[in-house]
């Protein structure tokens, strides 16, 4: 209880520090288990098999911050590396994690850390809603940590969305839910909403404009000139916005042109799925999204039906080089675009209500 007043306090009074010039070790990032490349298919019905899954220290990122990721080929929905990155930052201050995979791991995930350090888990921080970064909340508040995220995922949170079967989804655990938030700014962007100093580094909680979804939060480590940046970039699969929970393609290039002005040249960036990157890797990504935002937008002026622009394969160009291209995560990026460019719902806590398709 102490622990976790000091840090509300600390959190209430804490300032923003401005940037300074920093730089990576020359001997990191070091990668230990790369994602796989595939490619991976799976018979119908299969079913995660959560017993199998291995959460493991894929990288290190400076002597106190490593990066923890899950079993590549076993898990659907994430076959290069199941669940989503998280990171944890260690030292005699306690834990700061980032995310915390998901539920069916939770242990595992702490097995994981608890490989490296045996210091209290003392802040967590999400970086968006879904469920392979927010699925072991629960887990990691109870082991004492202090849980940090954007207004906005806490709503998305509080309210889910209803089932497949139209019946409301479960309340969920209140353990699970941010107690200490945070809006994202849109006369500053880029600003850290909270920064903290622990472990003999210098962290930023920075929320995002709507990307991937409306609450998301990068995750800046000056010291070792690290930005964790989630999910509105990956390169195993095409994009994905979460347009029902608020995310966006225009909002998703926003986000890139605001990591092009906050990242140097040598900041590592780490991304929820795919492989590490630098800034520079940004620039082909932005270049597909503004494209296919055009191709889509011209073919809806000329009064082109889902079906018909799902059919004019605009995605060809960049499928030889985009790992994990399966014909599936190529529909869900067209059709979001599809859904975007004419008559894109509002955003109302948190959400939109997106037109269903057959």
């Known amino acids: 209880m102490r622990t976790r007043a000091w840090l509300l306090l600390g959190a209430a009074a804490i300032a923003i520090v401005p940037a300074l010039a920093w730089a990576q070790r020359p001997e990191y990032p070091v990668t230990i288990v790369p994602p796989g490349k595939g490619p991976y298919t799976f018979p119908e019905g299969y079913q995660t098999p959560w017993d199998k899954i291995q959460i493991m220290v894929t990288a290190k990122m400076s002597p106190n911050l490593f990066v923890l990721h899950g079993s ?20 005699t201050d306690g834990v700061l994690l980032v995310d915390t995979e998901n539920r069916q791991v939770a242990d595992k995930t702490l097995q994981a850390i608890r490989s490296f350090t045996s210091a209290p888990i003392r802040v967590l921080v999400n970086t968006h809603v879904h469920p392979d970064h927010t699925g072991a909340n629960a887990f990691f508040v109870k082991q004492g940590a202090l849980l940090f995220a954007q207004e906005d995922l806490r709503n ?32 500053a962007p880029g600003q850290p909403a909270v920064t903290l100093n622990m472990n003999g580094e210098t962290v930023d909680f920075i929320p995002m404009m709507p990307s991937h979804t409306a609450g998301d939060t990068i995750v800046r480590f000056r010291n070792a000139n690290v930005i964790y940046i989630e999910d509105f970039y990956r390169n195993f699969g ?65 009064g082109k039906s889902l079906k018909e622009v799902l059919a004019a394969n605009l995605t060809a160009p960049y499928d030889k080089t985009t790992e994990g291209d399966t014909q599936q995560s190529k529909d869900r990026f067209i059709t979001e675009v599809f859904d975007e460019v004419k008559d894109f719902p509002p955003i109302v806590d948190g959400k939109r209500t997106m037109p269903q398709h057959p």
């Open 156 to 187: 998305e949170l509080v309210r889910p969305p209803p089932r497949a079967n139209g019946q409301p989804a479960p309340a969920p655990e209140a353990a699970s839910v941010p107690v200490a938030t945070y809006r994202y700014n849109p006369a």
């Open 238 to 302: 095409y994009p994905f916005a979460d347009q029902a929970n608020g995310g966006s393609i225009k909002g998703m290039l926003e986000a890139v042109d605001l990591i092009q002005k906050i990242a140097g040249p040598d900041t590592t960036l780490v991304p929820g799925h795919g492989t590490l990157i630098k800034k520079n890797d940004l620039t082909p990504y932005r270049a597909m999204l503004v494209a296919v935002l055009a191709k889509v937008s011209a073919l809806r002026d000329q």
């Open 72 to 91: 590549e080929g076993l898990d659907p929905a994430h076959p290069d590396a199941s669940g989503g990155r998280a990171m944890a930052l260690f030292g």
